[in-house]
């Protein structure tokens, strides 16, 4: 899986932080992805955290299998 945030409309609310804070940093007005490309173990955490973006500027791509 890799994560994307849209920094046009990412805000900095923190909520991906809460939920998965060894994935996410918030900032001011933005956040930073601190592993764009986790492993399975923090899918949760990380879903959770796209789910709760108060303006949905996260999304998860998940990797294509050989």
């Not at 991906?16 to 060894?22: L, T, V, Y």
């Not at 007005?29 to 601190?34: A, G, K, M, P, S």
């Not at 764009?36 to 709760?52: F, I, K, W």
């Amino acid at each position: 899986m890799r994560i994307e945030v849209d920094r046009d409309i990412c805000q900095g609310h923190g909520m991906c932080e809460m939920e998965a804070p060894d994935i996410f940093r918030a900032q001011v007005d933005t956040v930073d992805i601190l592993d764009a490309s986790p492993d399975a173990s923090h899918r949760d955490a990380v879903e959770r955290a796209v789910q709760y973006c108060p303006t949905q500027a996260l999304r998860i791509i998940d990797d294509e299998k050989d």
